[in-house]
């Protein structure tokens, strides 16, 4: 995966949403960095700000990263934020929890050389001991379901929250949504464009104790299918 570049070109952006993450985001982009040092490729990393009232970023420029800041609420504004400043070749979005290992990024980088975008499949790649709970795995799959039947794709976990596309792919998307729904508009949103979609397995590591989790279950799980129902799509 070593490979030479242009003195500027930027090969890869890691891009993670933050809100109030001060006790994983320095682990995140430890990570990240692990990942670029051993796979030879100039990176950055850009978090953005969505509202801390914590020392979020505060550890994240101490540790290299770009600090953006988008003060509309939500995980579709942050990462719709991110996405317009990553400078890379290849963008891997995820969440900075610590539930994903951002030191293995290989597979889904490789597998954006081929894709337009990459979704992560938890599934397939191993959901640790209670990282996930019953109520989450019932309404991932039930959504997962409906939206395969409407977008007529094959992606398994439509929320997981490690995904990747391509800088170039990426000029060609309208992203429009705001909160936690923006995981289901970024694959009906390829299919609209005729865009490729792989899938690489990834691990969901069990989130940090004491750590505060960011989904409403019920609410979050309401928006993805009023998505699904109304954005349009025939």
Request: aromatic share 6%; proline share 3%; charged share 30%.
């Amino acid at each position: 995966m070593s490979r030479k570049h242009a003195k500027d070109k930027i090969d890869l952006s890691v891009v993670m949403p933050c809100l109030n993450e001060e006790m994983t985001i320095g682990g995140c982009i430890d990570e990240v960095n692990d990942f670029l040092l051993g796979a030879g490729l100039k990176g950055e990393i850009i978090v953005v700000d969505n509202n801390c009232t914590d020392d979020s970023p505060k550890i994240a420029k101490e540790k290299g990263a770009v600090v953006v800041k988008e003060t509309q609420p939500g995980y579709g504004s942050a990462l719709r934020a991110g996405l317009k400043a990553a400078q890379g070749e290849r963008i891997i979005m995820g969440d900075c929890d610590l539930t994903y290992n951002f030191a293995k990024l290989g597979d889904m980088y490789d597998r954006l050389a081929l894709c337009d975008v990459v979704i992560g499949d938890r599934f397939k790649g191993g959901i640790a001991h209670r990282a996930m709970p019953l109520s989450h795995h019932i309404g991932v799959r039930g959504l997962s379901w409906v939206a395969r039947k409407k977008y007529k794709t094959d992606v398994y976990d439509f929320h997981c929250g490690l995904r990747g596309i391509r800088k170039d792919s990426l000029a060609m998307m309208d992203y429009k949504t705001t909160g936690m729904e923006f995981a289901t508009e970024m694959i009906a949103e390829a299919k609209r464009k005729g865009a490729t979609i792989g899938q690489v397995p990834v691990e969901l590591r069990r989130g940090v104790k004491g750590r505060k989790p960011k989904l409403r279950t019920v609410r979050d799980g309401f928006r993805h299918l009023r998505y699904i129902l109304h954005d349009g799509t025939n």
